[in-house]
């Protein structure tokens, strides 16, 4: 049983003044596997406290200072790979293929901000003025659990690149995952106070930094429900506001598509981190004259997709992370075939042969409409649902039809066509024939998935506030 009894503030391992213990779970196997100790609202006071010291030295240096600060993380990071692997598979789940990529992707994002660092103007002549972009202060950086390691690095690395200083409130259960980057952000060596890391619930530690006058920013990824809260409690102090939300992305399949092909891409979106992504591609939009094909096709390639232990190099799903998302995503299931739809694929319980562990069969409904909350609202699990549609109109119109704008995939032969469509979905990204990720472009979403961009030099100037310089001539 794995004990985690600090957090980080000003550069130094502290006991939380939190009494609260959180226990961690093995989802595979439903067992408690350690404990981690909350802090509360006074070690958050602390941490902002630490950062706003740090900020006037951190603001001040340079790009070559910084530079090499995040090649330090870098390499520190790296070096944890396999403790990351070990860690995101035994308190998330992941299956292999995914886990080595969470293991990697934190490492990845620290170089990708260097690139951008390395190429970002901070200062512009526009006419006689000098535009000169400066750091807006004391980022708070909150994180979930479906990628914690990931969106720590990604985040952290962003905002001091910037020139920020930073407090971070990841997600309490996946502090496995967030002590080994403790570790290795504390081998790094920065600045005391540049950065601090507190565990502790969202209502509690993420609550006092949202509130709290001396933090500048919020970045935050999680679900539309606390990133509405968030915009709502940081417009007291003004707070600049970055949000990477939900999603219930559509898949649109235009008639042209040859199903075979392009089935594993329908999959892959719709299945991705076992369904526990924003981008998952859930609402599969097939053309109506064509219905019965692709469903055949369907079911007979989910019939290959496996749910099970992580561990085994075969699985593609691993369990959902806890009891209350395995509840929630069973209780969608009953909702849809309430709603109507009927079940081309999985349903509830857990997979055949498997006894104990959050695991969920890969579901696949058909029968479906737009109307349906299974076609509405997020389920954060391996459910997708079938839509059929009459005309490319329609398809587009049915893509929009919906409170979120995260992601889409357009899937067909003529890339012409292809790309007019993609052109009309309300999306913050739009994946024509692949599933392919460009770290160097602007990533987040329209309407609730969320406000403002992660990513590239996009990512960079959300920490940033221009300042206009004009002087008289000598």
Request: aromatic share 6%; net charge negative.
């Amino acid at each position: 049983m794995q004990r985690i009894e600090h957090i980080y503030i000003n550069g130094e391992f502290v006991v939380p003044h939190g009494q609260e213990w959180f226990d961690l779970h093995n989802p595979s196997t439903e067992e408690v596997i350690g404990q981690v100790r909350l802090g509360d609202e006074q070690d958050a006071q602390r941490a902002i406290a630490a950062a706003k010291a740090a900020f006037p030295a951190w603001s001040r240096t340079t790009r070559e200072e910084r530079i090499d600060a995040l090649q330090r993380m870098h390499k520190a990071i790296a070096a944890r790979e396999d403790a990351l692997m070990e860690a995101v598979v035994t308190e998330y789940g992941a299956p292999h293929a995914r886990g080595r990529w969470m293991a990697t992707y934190p490492a990845d994002v620290i170089m990708q901000a260097i690139e951008a660092l390395r190429s970002f103007e901070f200062e512009e002549q526009v006419g006689s003025a000098r535009v000169i972009l400066t750091p807006v202060g004391v980022a708070g950086l909150i994180t979930p659990w479906n990628s914690d390691a990931g969106f720590i690095c990604n985040k952290l690395a962003t905002a001091l690149a910037a020139g920020c200083t930073a407090v971070i409130k990841p997600s309490e259960m996946s502090a496995m995952q967030t002590q080994v980057v403790i570790e290795a952000l504390h081998e790094a060596g920065l600045p005391k106070g540049v950065f601090n890391i507190v565990n502790g619930r969202g209502d509690v530690v993420g609550e006092t930094i949202a509130r709290h006058p001396d933090v500048a920013k919020i970045s935050f990824t999680g679900s539309s429900a606390v990133g509405q809260h968030l915009v709502s409690t940081g417009a007291e102090t003004m707070k600049r506001v970055t949000l990477e939300l939900g999603g219930k992305s559509p898949t649109v399949v235009l008639d042209d598509a040859d199903f075979a092909a392009i089935m594993p891409l329908v999959l892959q979106a719709g299945f991705a981190n076992s369904g526990q992504a924003c981008i998952a591609g859930t609402r599969i939009l097939v053309p109506r004259q064509r219905l019965k094909e692709f469903e055949q096709v369907a079911k007979v390639a989910v019939a290959q997709v496996k749910s099970g232990d992580p561990r085994d190099a075969t699985t593609d799903i691993g369990p959902m992370v806890s009891a209350k998302q395995w509840e929630r995503v069973q209780s969608y299931i009953r909702l849809g075939i309430e709603e109507g739809a009927q079940v081309l694929a999985g349903g509830e319980g857990r997979p055949d042969g498997l006894h104990v562990g959050w695991f969920v069969k890969p579901t696949i409904f058909t029968g479906a409409n737009n109307r349906m909350r299974i076609a509405r609202e997020e389920i954060f699990g391996p459910v997708l649902t079938i839509i059929p549609y009459d005309s490319e109109a329609d398809a587009i119109a049915i893509a929009n039809d919906t409170r979120y704008g995260l992601s889409a995939v357009v899937l067909g032969k003529n890339l012409e066509r292809c790309e007019r469509v993609a052109r009309q979905i309300d999306s913050g990204r739009v994946l024509v024939n692949t599933l392919a990720h460009e770290p160097r472009a602007p990533f987040g979403g329209f309407k609730h998935s969320g406000l403002g961009r992660e990513m590239g030099r996009w990512g960079m100037s959300a920490y940033l506030e221009p300042k206009t310089l004009l002087m008289a001539a000598g």
